[in-house]
């Protein structure tokens, strides 16, 4: 029988180890995550405000404490995101109730162009004023706030124009990779859960805008022009004049 030699076995290590690390990686993609409920169970919120909360309050409480706002907040939260910039702020209100900007968040994928989300598969994000519907301890994008999309006011113009798929599941998720959602990276999300989950979430409201109306910017022409944009981005102005820049 021919020896089997230090140098096999250290070869036969390595590759098992890569194949190991490449079934693990892809694992953790989207795909998988039917097997990733069945083989390891699912989570609710409290499981989730659990494994992370730790985490999340020494990371996020300096910043609510820096400008004088409370932590966790009970509402009053604004999430103000900024097509042009790819940004998603944070907003809170301070002891004199007046909204406090604690934290900027890069927004890592967003798809579609400038314009509002008109039905399903355009791969826009919405444009307009909008609240969380709903926290998705078990994302397939690692952790998820539900957007209320389409809204009373989608739905009206929606009926106007004959538009009856206007689509669904808009979400701020975990993960790099999005179509039609924010992806804000597994870190932020799990800040954004944590916070969603010890306050009055259905409270908060989400801006979803163009570009910064506070600094006078023009919104580039819409992928499909509405006749009810003008208004829609008044609205959203209007909501933006009340946050601070800085």
Known sequence: MKPISILNI???LTISLLLLTVAYFLFQLPYFQPLRLKLLGKKTVADRVEQFEEK????????FQKVGAAYPPESDVVLLYVKSKKELSLYARDSARKYVLVKTYPVLAASGKPGPKLREGDYQVPEGIYGIESLNPNSAYHLALRVNYPNADDRKHGREEGR????????????KYSIGCLAMGDEAIEELFVLAAKSSYRKWKLIFSPVD???DEKPPPPRTPVSW???????????MQKLPIK
Do not use: T, W
């Open 10 to 12: 250290l070869k036969a």
């Open 164 to 175: 009856d798929n206007l689509g669904s599941d808009i979400m701020i998720h975990g993960s």
């Open 213 to 215: 109306f506070r600094l």
């Open 229 to 239: 944009l003008d208004e829609r981005y008044r609205q959203i102005s209007e909501a």
């Open 56 to 63: 999340v309050s020494a990371n996020l409480y300096p910043s």
